[in-house]
């Protein structure tokens, strides 16, 4: 008698986490992180579009952009005067040597000179306008976000872009070539310092050397390239603490990522307008003199 017996066996199923779902799953991830960024730089260029447009339209009330100009410019005189101070220092420490062994000690002004005042000079200016000055706004505007400060304003009948943000930006943008020129005056008082009376070059060729190969152009470079540095970081801190997340976690990141986020855009701005202005330099001045 035979004796019919079913099989419970199952249809074999397809193999997972090959090749392709790997593929597929790096495809969707770098499409997230893409779609990601298209929406971030639209709500970027939407805050700058407002921001632009309360800025030719109606400017913030006296009382609204002198505490800012304050906070922003006075209180980070100190930090980059001394910076600016050091750098300097540190530059003729570390070039000394090099050119003592190609017997250019007397151009050693020179080349201080020019880096602090076409690079150094902005960029530490820069710097700590966004570590000081970017952070806190960001932070600060973060925590209006969360406890719904900013949302009272919108009650209030007051456009939070005009009220908060505007004198933020004039502040960062006005006042950052005050602290480029801070900055570059006490870097080359720090350098001229330690070259003339602490390693013994002459006073006259390290001043002379100067004289001729940094002019009025180079001072301009940095002043020029400062106020789109004062801008970014404006606009970059303002927008990370509108779009702060909730929390305390979410304002620490916001404060975060504005520093951050500055600091490459700074040097990106930096790299793309010293090649721009090395370009119109030269093309004015073709026979512009060279240190060797």
Known sequence: MEVNQTSNTRSPTPPTGGPLDAAANLIADLGGVLIDWVVGLGKMADFIMRLAGWLFGRLPRRETIIPNFYQIGVMSLPVVALTGTFIG???????????????????LGAVINMSLVRELGPVLAATMLAGRV???????????????QIDALVSMGANPIHYLVVP???????????LTLMADFMGVIGALFYAVYLLGIDFHHYLENSRHFVGSFDLFVGVFKSLFFGGAIAIIACYRGFNCEPG????????????VSSFVMILLLDLLLGIALDGVYYAIWPEAPKLF
Do not use: D, W
Request: glycine share 8%.
């Open 168 to 178: 933020r930006f004039l502040g960062c943008l006005l006042l950052i070539p005050a």
């Open 134 to 148: 970017g952070s806190a706004m960001a932070a600060e505007l973060g925590t209006m976000r969360v406890t719904e």
């Open 89 to 107: 220092m540190v530059l003729v420490v570390q070039s000394y040597v090099q050119f003592r062994n190609m017997h250019l000690e007397a151009k």
């Open 248 to 259: 305390a976690e979410g304002v620490g990141r916001a404060a975060t990522a504005a520093f």
